[in-house]
């Protein structure tokens, strides 16, 4: 309050105070005119009675009454006296009451500023929300910039594509032509070969027929020789026998020694003869160098047996090994000319794959065509359903702005406050809902509005009825207790009355507004809103016509879930979270929409609270002491709102920090759409380029596959000329050793007959040496004998 009206308050409380002390003096002056009234009466009552009745006369002495005025004008001035004290006390202690109003004065000064101070940081906090919402907006327009040039470069990029695989399938043709002739020219190349092996079979024949006419004579010689050796041997068999015969007599022979020398010994006890000793060891030396000699010549005719037998089982083998050859030389030509008709057979096979292969190409080209001309229409539809999603999202914004700032019916000035807030909560929440096309949350956005108003309109009618009642019970009371200020406390009656129906029509207007404003917003979000969705719903529509006509011309498979729409699934999932999201948006604006009820609520409690103030100012008058306990209820009332507007001060900043976090998420799911559009342009991207790929892929093997059948058939012409080779040099190698073979076996005959010579030589000297020592014995024999 200000200072001059603080004045007029003293001096009218100071002139209030001298009324009283006049009042206080003409009662005072009323009593003894009262008291002197009473004395006359009393004396007159006593001069009646003393005249009517015949009593003594009573007289009252003259001092007496003296004494009695003394004392009455006595008592009359203690209570002067007392009065005065107790007037001034009053007055000490209505200055206390004033000093302690100036103070709480001064507080709710300070309070109010407080008040404003909060409500212009809540401003300044709204208009900086507002500031963050065009920066979005603007970061969204360049966001949407951005997604129509990269829809631009992928088209681009598409075409690119659509005219190298145009290039790639020339290129296959080219190369399909190349290979067939080249499998033409590998035709002609083993025809040719098959008329050299056929060639060269035939000469072969004929040098066999030639080498077995060159062998016959050589054959006969070898059978002469064979005679030669068995005569040799039958003579070689007759000298030995002979040799052993010899032998068996020469042994008799030196028994015969050895009988008639014991016997000799033991008849005539003759002197030992000199010549006995060394007879004995010289004769059986003679024995052993026999027997050694006769031995000699057996082993050498064992040998000479085995090697006859060796060579006549390797002449055995050479003709069954000849034989053999002529048996298997016919089915290795019969084999050889099958092998040949069955290479045959496979080169025609090829071809007709080849053919098949070709035909089957050329039936898939066009289907191909068709299915890269359907994915692309894919690619074409769910970049327009993009852009007519994002450009829908921007309509409902610029709409919503556009109505919520149009459409704001006149107020009071505290009505005005709150529908300014409750706009700008209101155009928050509408841009930060861009995202939500659909009309349902629009309508129970709208339903939550109405609901909420209702509500604030029965708690503010609610709290003007609880203070009414509240003003009725104590003024009540105070009727009850003070029976003598029954004007006063009807004048305050009737005054809290009035306050309360003016606070309630007051909030009635507030809700009345708040309403109107919210009810029109959701009105034009729902109906921007039902048209986003409308073209969606189409467009949804569409693609599932296109997939159905697809399953019914091409012969596929069925398919619960289409491949084209397998990778929008993520994006329904955003799209559901950023209803979510919404929806939670939509509750933290009804919370601050309420909040902002609460506060006007709360200023005009404030205002009932200073009415009630005045009059308990204008009743402190008369009851200090109800009063003083009043103010301290009013302050503690005052310290509680306080407290409860900084607790709803530091909800609404709490609010106001999850509307900007939950922009922020909104902004990351945007930035996150946008990702996963491009990770799904660089998906398609890849397909094509994966498809692109396995297009060279297949052209590859094919060139792998054709190469590889061309490497099979040069092996095995290769193999089919080192294996002609490798019969030439066979039969060579076999002509050539039937050839040398009987030269070889002359060879062999000719040493084995000059080995029967030398053991014929040896035979002849072994009789020599027989016959010797037989000449040896009979010596000894004669000598013995007569000696």
């Known amino acids: 309050m200000p200072l001059p009206l603080l004045l007029l308050l003293l001096l009218l409380l100071l002139l209030l105070l001298l009324q009283l002390i006049l009042l206080l003096q003409q009662l005072l002056l009323q009593l003894l005119l009262v008291v002197l009234v009473l004395l006359l009466l009393l004396h007159m009552i006593m001069l009646l009675l003393q005249l009517l009745l015949p009593l003594p006369p009573v007289s009252l002495p003259l ?10 004008a006595v008592l009359l001035l203690l209570l002067l006296l007392l009065l005065l004290l107790l007037l001034l006390l009053l007055l000490l202690l209505l200055l206390l009451l004033l000093l302690l109003l100036l103070l709480l004065l001064l507080l709710l000064q300070l309070l109010l500023l407080l008040l404003l101070l909060l409500l212009l940081l809540l401003l300044l906090l709204l208009l900086l929300l507002l500031l963050l919402l065009l920066l979005l ?4 327009l360049l966001l949407l910039l951005l997604i129509l040039l990269l829809l631009l470069l992928q088209l681009l990029l598409l075409l690119l594509l659509l005219l190298l695989l145009l290039l790639l399938l020339l290129l296959l043709l080219l190369l399909l032509l190349l290979l067939l002739l080249l499998l033409l020219l590998l035709l002609l190349l083993l025809l040719l070969l098959l008329l050299l092996l056929i060639i060269i079979i035939i000469m072969i024949i004929i040098l066999l027929l030639l080498l077995l006419l060159l062998l016959l004579p050589l054959l006969l010689l070898l059978l002469l020789l064979l005679l030669l050796l068995l005569l040799q041997l039958i003579l070689l068999l007759q000298q030995l026998l002979l040799l052993l015969l010899l032998v068996m007599l020469v042994l008799l022979l030196l028994l015969l020694l050895l009988l008639i020398m014991l016997l000799l010994q033991l008849l005539l006890p003759l002197p ?7 007879l004995l060891p010289v004769s059986l030396l003679l024995l052993l160098l026999l027997l050694l000699l006769l031995l000699l010549p057996l082993l050498l005719l064992l040998l000479l047996l085995l090697l006859l037998l060796l060579l006549l089982l390797l002449l055995l083998l050479l003709l069954l090994l000849l034989l053999l050859l002529l048996l298997l030389l016919l089915p290795l030509l019969l084999l050889l000319l099958l092998l040949l008709l069955l290479l045959l057979l496979l080169l025609l096979l090829l071809l007709l794959l080849l053919l098949l292969l070709l035909l089957l190409l050329l039936l898939l080209l066009p289907l191909l065509l068709l299915l890269l001309l359907l994915l692309l229409l894919l690619l074409l539809l769910l970049l327009l359903l993009l852009l007519l999603l994002t450009t829908t999202t921007t309509t409902t914004t610029t709409t919503t702005t556009t109505t919520t700032t149009t459409t704001t019916p006149p107020t009071t000035t505290t009505a005005t406050t709150a529908t300014t807030a409750t706009t700008t909560a209101t155009t928050a929440t509408t841009t930060t809902a861009t995202t939500a096309t659909t009309a349902t949350t629009a309508t129970t956005a ?10 604030a309109t029965a708690a503010a009618a609610a709290t003007a009825a609880a203070t009414a009642t509240t003003t009725t019970t104590t003024t009540t009371n105070n009727n009850n ?3 003598n200020n029954n004007d006063n406390n009807n004048t305050a009656a009737a005054t809290a009355a009035t306050a309360a129906t003016a606070a309630t029509a007051t909030a009635a207007a507030t809700a009345s507004t708040a309403a109107y404003t919210t009810t029109t917003t959701t009105t034009t979000t729902a109906t921007a809103g039902g048209a986003g969705t409308a073209t969606t719903l189409l467009l949804l529509l569409l693609l599932l016509l ?12 069925p398919v619960s879930l289409p491949l084209s729409l397998l990778p929008v699934s993520p994006l329904l999932l955003l799209l559901l979270l950023l209803l979510l999201l919404l929806l939670l948006l939509l509750l933290l604006l009804l919370l601050l929409l309420l909040l902002l009820l609460l506060l006007l609520l709360l200023l005009v409690l404030l205002l009932l609270l200073l009415l009630l103030l005045l009059l308990l100012l204008l009743l402190l008058l008369l009851l200090p002491l109800l009063l003083l306990l009043l103010l301290l209820l009013l302050l503690l009332l005052l310290l509680l709102l306080l407290l409860l507007l900084l607790l709803l001060l530091l909800l609404l900043l709490l609010l106001l920090l999850l509307l900007l976090l939950l922009l922020l998420l909104l902004l990351l799911l945007l930035l996150l759409l946008l990702l996963l559009l491009l ?8 397909l094509l380029l994966l498809l ?8 590859l093997l094919q060139l792998l596959l054709l190469l590889l059948l061309l490497l099979l058939l040069l092996l095995l012409l290769l193999l089919l000329l080192i294996i002609i080779i490798l019969l030439i040099i066979i039969i060579i190698i076999l002509l050539l050793l039937l050839l040398l073979l009987p030269l070889l076996l002359l060879l062999l005959l000719l040493l084995l007959l000059i080995l029967l010579q030398l053991i014929l030589l040896l035979q002849q000297l072994l009789l020599l040496l027989l016959l010797v020592v037989l000449v040896m014995l009979l010596h000894c024999y004669c000598y013995y004998y007569y000696s």
């Open 692 to 699: 692109l790929l396995l297009l060279l892929l297949l052209l």
């Open 546 to 557: 296109i997939m159905l006509l697809l399953q019914l011309l091409l012969p596929l498979p």
């Open 446 to 455: 709208a339903t939550t509005a109405t609901t909420a108003a209702t509500a």
């Open 137 to 140: 907006l603007l970061l969204l």
């Open 481 to 483: 207790n003070n029976n």
């Open 679 to 686: 990770l799904l342009q660089l998906l398609l991207l890849l």
């Open 272 to 278: 030992p003869v000199s010549l006995q000793l060394p």
């Open 63 to 72: 001092p007496l009454l003296a004494v009695l005025l003394l004392l009455l």
